[in-house]
């Protein structure tokens, strides 16, 4: 097994996820240099360059490969458009092509916002049409796998969040950070999406790993609005719901666009007897194992 940005949120739930299934993981990283995490071979790759790609499947000759690595930071893409294009869409197409012939299965991990967020709820066959660069580069990337390779799995999730040596803070963690100490979130009460945490979607991925199908797939939580998952943690972390307060996104000032409804239906996953926890569930597992990291 092949995981890039195995020290992001999703990557370092799923190498580990792996390594206890008893699978020979390499694992890639970049900014941050992993810590000790026994049976994983860490990897230093930089897809800023997409000429990494080649040489990283063709030194490993990897049975499969889960793409998580990527440049999420929506503002950033917008800003650093030419980054944006090499890591989410150029060194997404070379590694690609270099695992055709040389790799058994690819599950290239994508993004509610490949959508424009104008009827929510979206499934796997519901035409894309990003807002932002971000979801466009997104976009080009599952093209492109779909394009080069026969037995791919494009999976999108929404809203992920987590804890990881190298993902970045976020909405929910800051959340949790902030309620915690029991300061003020705002959070917006007119932008929904599906929330996903880490772990769970990583359960859900080794389990697709076992039966491998093809296409498109949605793994997702619940469609909530921002608003509504903070007041949820705040009830979990047994703290004032009064904390959260409610604000617009149309009043925010974003460098990028933001779809209003990017929300994903995840019943196709579920009737494979794949997908995540309620939300609830979910937000006390996060709030539990990610309180340090939210500090």
Same mark, same amino acid.
């Given at each position: 097994?092949? =995981? ?14 792996? =390594? ?8 890639? &990283? ?9 049976? =994983?071979?860490?990897?230093? /790759? ?23 690595? #990527? ?15 090499? /890591?989410? &869409? ?63 799995? /494009? ?55 076992? %039966? ?7 793994? #997702? ?31 925010? =000032?974003?460098? #990028? ?15 494979? %007897? /794949? %997908? ?20």
């Amino acid at each position: 097994m092949l =995981v890039t940005g195995g020290t992001g949120l999703l990557g370092w739930s799923l190498v580990n996820r792996l =390594v206890e299934r008893g699978f020979e993981v390499y694992a890639t &990283y970049h900014a941050t240099r992993p810590p000790v995490a026994e049976g =994983v071979k860490w990897v230093w /790759v930089d897809f800023d360059d997409p000429h990494e790609a080649r040489p990283l499947v063709e030194s490993l000759r990897p049975e499969v490969v889960v793409h998580a690595a #990527a440049y999420t930071d929506v503002d950033g893409c917008e800003a650093n458009k030419l980054l944006a294009l090499n /890591v989410n &869409y150029v060194s997404t197409r070379e590694l690609a092509t270099a695992c055709r012939g040389v790799c058994k299965y690819f599950v290239y991990i994508s993004t509610d916002y490949v959508f424009d967020g104008e009827k929510g709820l979206y499934r796997e066959g519901d035409p894309p049409n990003p807002l932002n660069y971000y979801g466009l580069t997104k976009l080009m990337g599952e093209i492109a796998v779909a394009a080069n390779l026969e037995y791919y799995l /494009v999976l999108r999730t929404s809203g992920l969040y987590g804890c990881s040596p190298g993902g970045k803070r976020g909405f929910a963690l800051d959340a949790l950070g902030k309620l915690s100490r029991g300061q003020v979130v705002e959070a917006f009460v007119d932008q929904f999406l599906s929330p996903t945490y880490a772990p769970d979607l990583a359960d859900a991925i080794t389990r697709l790993l076992e %039966g491998r199908p093809r296409g498109f797939l949605h793994v #997702a939580g619940e469609r909530v609005s921002r608003y509504e998952f903070a007041v949820e943690l705040a009830r979990v972390l047994g703290v004032s719901e009064d904390l959260v307060k409610p604000t617009s996104i149309a009043s925010a =000032v974003l460098r #990028a666009r933001r779809p209003r409804d990017s929300s994903l239906d995840s019943s196709l996953a579920r009737s494979m %007897g /794949v %997908g995540v926890r309620p939300l609830r569930e979910a937000l006390r597992a996060f709030a539990g194992e990610c309180v340090d990291y939210a500090r």
